[in-house]
């Protein structure tokens, strides 16, 4: 049996992205992001407009996509209520965001530069997409989202993740961090609480039912 709910959350399951952009600057941003789907060299961002990551999108055209394993929900977790941006929406304001000009220093990860784009890479991520920007257009009727299509350039994968001898990603050996319904999986299991989950109310099991 079914039953018909409204649900208030259709986030079903899709790997973090820690995306790397330059600020007007020249100094790094990073923001987690799990609206993220890839298509042979290409992949489909969608990022809120107001968002410091979506103005960088824009304006630089480039990015590298760090994907963190599981093991990396905590720093993930440090950046989920911070912006690079110091204007902050009322949304914002009211789920506890805060302006953060290093996000790096505030998740404890390791900046380093990547070779063809003008984008941070995160060492401690064991895959790191170099990405240019081809398009950047509005999403959906009535969303505040931007879909950015970028296409991966260039691909840094840790050596304990290749297939010997391929260019293949083992895929028993990638465990990607998972957003499912704002809380954090990795390997079929939750691995750590989530402050967007908290920001955003989101029922536990253990306290829903
Ligand atoms: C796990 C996780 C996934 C997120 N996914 C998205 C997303 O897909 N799109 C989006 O616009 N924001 C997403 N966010 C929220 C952004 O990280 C948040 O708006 C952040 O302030 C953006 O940073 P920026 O303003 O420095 O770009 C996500 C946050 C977390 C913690």
Redesign the pocket.
Known sequence: MHNVVDLKVLYFGTP?VLIGTRNLNGTA?L?????AWWLGDQCML???TA???TQNLVRERACVLNLPSSALAAA?DR??L????PVMTPHKIEKG?RYEPDKFAAAGLTQLPADLVAAPRVAECPIQLECEVLASEPFGIGTD?VAHTVRVLRAHVADELIIPGTAHVDPVGWDPLI?KFCEFFGDGTQVHPSR?ATAWQIPSPATSH
């Open positions: 973090v941003n923001a987690p992001m799990s609206s969608g990022m809120n968002s410091q990551t993930v950046l989920a911070l912006s690079g941006s965001y989202a957003m967007l």
